[in-house]
């Protein structure tokens, strides 16, 4: 998780920290390294470096901000 204040880079209000929902489960999601890969049924992730997703809201112009840290 970020640490601190976080102001909007596009109206300077300070920002609101929240995750993006997967509906695919009740997780938090997470940043991936390298491109995306494809296997017979799905994106392949396995093996691969992963950092959960923290996301910031700006409440006065609705901008999104994503940050991860090593976990």
């Known amino acids: 998780m970020v640490q601190g204040e976080i102001a909007c ?3 300077k ?3 609101q920290e929240g995750f ?8 938090v999601g997470e940043w991936v390294e390298g491109p995306p890969e ?4 799905s994106l392949k992730w396995f093996r691969r470096k992963r950092m959960p997703i923290t996301i910031f809201r700006c409440p006065s ?3 999104l901000e994503a940050y ?4």
Request: net charge positive; glycine share 16%.
């Open 38 to 41: 494809y296997g017979w049924l």
């Open 13 to 15: 209000h300070q920002m």
């Open 20 to 27: 993006l929902l997967d509906r695919g489960g009740p997780s």
């Open 9 to 11: 880079v596009k109206c």
């Open 68 to 71: 991860t840290r090593a976990k």
């Open 61 to 63: 112009c609705g901008y």
